[in-house]
Antibody, heavy 116, light 111 residues
Framework: QVQLQESGPGLVKPSETLSLTCTVS?????????WGWIRQPPGKGLEWIGS???????YYSPSLKSRVTISVDTSKNQFSLKLTSVTAADTAIYYC?????????WGHGTLVTVSS | QSALTQPPSASGSPGQSVTISCTGT?????????VSWYQQHPGKAPQLIIY???KRPSGVPDRFSGSKSGNTASLTVSGLQAEDEADYFC???????????FGGGTKLTVL
């Protein structure tokens, strides 16, 4: 069974960089799927952030592309998200997911609050 | 503002059917057959219930069905049950530039 688990700081200061890691179990990250990040501001809808293939090919949301980097570590079966220059608008639950044309397995999500 | 448009709310009585719409454009729903739907209960992660417009993942009841016409996709929940009360989100592939877009979500209430 595929399982994903997000990890990282729950509090980030404005203008700093948000960094999260997703650890995948039950599936090799090199298995040919995309692996992605999706976020949800409290009480609001879902926003797709970006995806990465094990080869390193990435796709990013046009609205976040200038601030987002997604990378993969196949040796640890992990992939990571970095979001720079954060503001309060980046406060959200961040989910990692097995991605592609749809997202069929999700992590539980981790709340990241941007505040000084 | 979300890329795909969903009604904010929908409701129905147990046993009834309800349909939730998801309107996009000729750059996403209208041109690709990669519409997916997600169910999200409070405090939980979203769960995939429909992919590629009409397909159901293993374990999803056949009370859930999807369709598409032009730039609009729809999710129909038949034989409403209390546990169907949740938020529902649609998503579509939108080409190599935007890749994926989501709707704003619809809160389904079982009366």
């Amino acid at each position: 069974q595929v399982q994903l688990q997000e990890s990282g700081p729950g509090l980030v200061k404005p203008s700093e960089t948000l960094s999260l890691t997703c650890t995948v179990s039950g599936s090799s990250i090199s298995s040919g799927y995309y692996w992605g990040w999706i976020r949800q501001p409290p009480g609001k809808g879902l926003e797709w952030i970006g995806s990465i293939l094990h080869s390193g090919s990435t796709y990013y949301s046009p609205s976040l592309k200038s601030r987002v980097t997604i990378s993969v570590d196949t040796s640890k079966n992990q992939f990571s998200l970095k979001l720079t220059s954060v503001t309060a608008a980046d406060t959200a639950i961040y989910y990692c997911a097995r991605d592609g044309y749809s997202s069929d397995h999700w992590g539980h999500g981790t709340l990241v609050t941007v505040s000084s | 503002q979300s890329a795909l448009t969903q009604p904010p709310s929908a409701s129905g009585s147990p046993g009834q059917s309800v349909t939730i719409s998801c309107t996009g454009t000729s750059s996403d729903i209208g041109v690709f057959n990669y519409v997916s739907w997600y169910q999200q209960h409070p405090g939980k992660a979203p769960q995939l219930i429909i992919y590629e417009v009409t397909k159901r993942p293993s374990g999803v009841p056949d009370r859930f069905s999807g369709s598409k016409s032009g730039n609009t996709a729809s999710l129909t929940v038949s034989g409403l049950q209390a546990e169907d009360e949740a938020d529902y989100f649609c998503s579509s592939y939108a080409g190599s530039n935007s890749f994926r877009v989501f709707g704003g979500g619809t809160k389904l209430t079982v009366l």
